[in-house]
């Protein structure tokens, strides 16, 4: 008898609802057994699933996917490698369940504190990137939590072989398979099911393009850790040392464009804006890089820029166009980061300190650098193994979300016979 999407989704959930209660309760050693599982699982598979993503290519490139699309769809050798790497990081990791800090005693002699607990159960909805399948459920797994995973249909194919790789995995370690769990359907409805199913969902995560999550963020009836886009500025204060200063603008652009970290907005000091864009621009032309600049940075680049408009502050373009400015001073620089940005990451180039903890206290971001390209801002490079997405609310997570967003704390109490006098 067939199904119908709502019945479906409930039986997902029911599933996920019972692994995350043998998660609870899973030691160190079974999840990392879990996870080495899943790695030798991976390994075994990799001709398959990269064939499968093959697949999800062609087919991506018949339904004419841009190009920022088509890139975070595709799992190289090397992509390959780096979700690996990935895994054997989280495996390495510290698990931080059962954890309790802050004990102390009261005047009554019971001692109170605090023990880090998994969520329970996650929702992840995302798009593209089949990389995402492996490292949602590894953290998941290391954190305690089952979780449901939602990729996009773009992805299909890939997603099925990763998965079955990571349930083959969880099979063999006697972890439940439920614990984690691909919906197997492109419906849309199933989404709506996911984000408003209470009684089995904890928390949902989702991964993708700004509408994905603008609907996500208005529609769940659960909890969401989320960031709508990735608005990245970097700043190239007048005290920049310009060796550093080229290399760090040059990398935050062009290093990947269709990744969340890349930078859209460029903003130079206007004393030493003469200087340096006519080299940074050299470096775009090199990469193909497309500028949109405001009447100083068009009078100084002449032909090489053209005019940016008021919405080219706000975009995130996801490919080789840049916006860029040139601005008075670290005042204005803050001001049109906190007002076009996107609160994710933001850096300052400058030698001079003092200027370098201003721009640290004032941009309300998730991430602030300093002589750092913001392509660091992920998990795998802030040490956390992986991460499940990035935050840019300011309530449990924030920033690169890893194990520790990944659970909660209950209060514990320790007593000796002690009754409340």
């Given at each position: 008898m067939q199904v119908s999407i709502e019945q479906y989704m409930q039986m997902v959930g029911q599933n996920a609802r019972e692994a995350s209660r043998f998660l609870a309760g899973a030691s160190t050693f079974e999840k990392n057994n879990a996870l080495s599982a899943i790695y030798t699982a991976l390994v075994n598979n990799e001709s398959q699933i990269l064939a499968a993503n093959q697949i999800d290519m062609t087919q991506g490139r018949e339904k004419n996917l841009d190009s920022a699309l088509l890139d975070r769809l595709e799992l190289t050798p090397t992509r390959f490698k780096g979700m690996l790497q990935?895994?054997?990081?989280?495996?390495?990791?510290?698990?931080?369940?059962?954890?309790?800090?802050?004990?102390?005693?009261?005047?009554?002699?019971?001692?109170?504190?605090?023990?880090?607990?998994?969520?329970?159960?996650?929702?992840?909805?995302?798009?593209?990137?089949?990389?995402?399948?492996?490292?949602?459920?590894?953290?998941?797994?290391?954190?305690?939590?089952?979780?449901?995973?939602?990729?996009?249909?773009?992805?299909?194919?890939?997603?099925?072989?990763?998965?079955?790789?990571?349930?083959?995995?969880?099979?063999?370690?006697?972890?439940?398979?439920?614990?984690?769990?691909v919906v197997n359907t492109a419906d849309r409805a199933a989404v709506g099911q996911l984000i408003t199913m209470s009684e089995y969902v904890d928390v949902i995560v989702p991964r993708g393009g700004k509408g994905l999550i603008e609907r996500i963020t208005h529609e769940a009836t659960i909890p969401v850790i989320k960031h709508l886009d990735g608005n990245c500025h970097v700043f190239v204060e007048a005290q920049a040392d310009l060796h550093k200063a080229l290399p760090i603008a040059l990398n935050a652009k062009t290093h990947r464009y269709g990744v969340c970290n890349a930078m859209e907005t460029l903003l130079v000091d206007a004393k030493v804006a003469e200087e340096f864009l006519p080299r940074i621009a050299e470096l775009y032309a090199e990469k193909q890089v497309e500028l949109r600049?405001?009447?100083?940075?068009?009078?100084?680049?002449?032909?090489?820029?053209?005019?940016?408009?008021?919405?080219?502050?706000?975009?995130?373009?996801?490919?080789?166009?840049?916006?860029?400015?040139?601005?008075?001073?670290?005042?204005?620089a803050i001001l049109h980061i906190n007002k076009y940005g996107s609160h994710h990451t933001d850096s300052i180039i400058t030698e001079n300190f003092t200027l370098a903890r201003k721009f640290l206290t004032r941009v309300d971001s998730s991430s602030v650098m300093v002589n750092a390209s913001t392509r660091f801002a992920d998990g795998f490079e802030y040490g956390l193994g992986a991460e499940i997405g990035i935050s840019t609310d300011k309530i449990h997570a924030r920033g690169p979300v890893g194990l520790e967003g990944l659970t909660s704390q209950k209060w514990i109490v320790l007593g000796d016979g002690q009754i409340r006098q």
């Open positions: 990935g895994l054997k990081d989280v495996i390495a990791l510290i698990d931080p369940i059962g954890e309790i800090t802050d004990l102390a005693y009261r005047p009554s002699g019971i001692q109170i504190g605090k023990m880090r607990v998994p969520l329970g159960v996650v929702g992840m909805i995302y798009e593209s990137r089949p990389n995402v399948t492996l490292e949602a459920a590894s953290l998941a797994i290391k954190s305690g939590n089952a979780i449901i995973l939602r990729g996009g249909s773009e992805a299909l194919q890939s997603n099925k072989a990763i998965a079955a790789a990571i349930q083959h995995g969880l099979k063999t370690a006697g972890v439940p398979e439920n614990a984690v769990q600049g405001c009447l100083e940075v068009q009078r100084i680049l002449g032909s090489a820029v053209k005019p940016a408009s008021e919405e080219d502050w706000y975009e995130e373009y996801l490919g080789p166009i840049l916006a860029v400015k040139v601005v008075s001073g670290i005042d204005e």
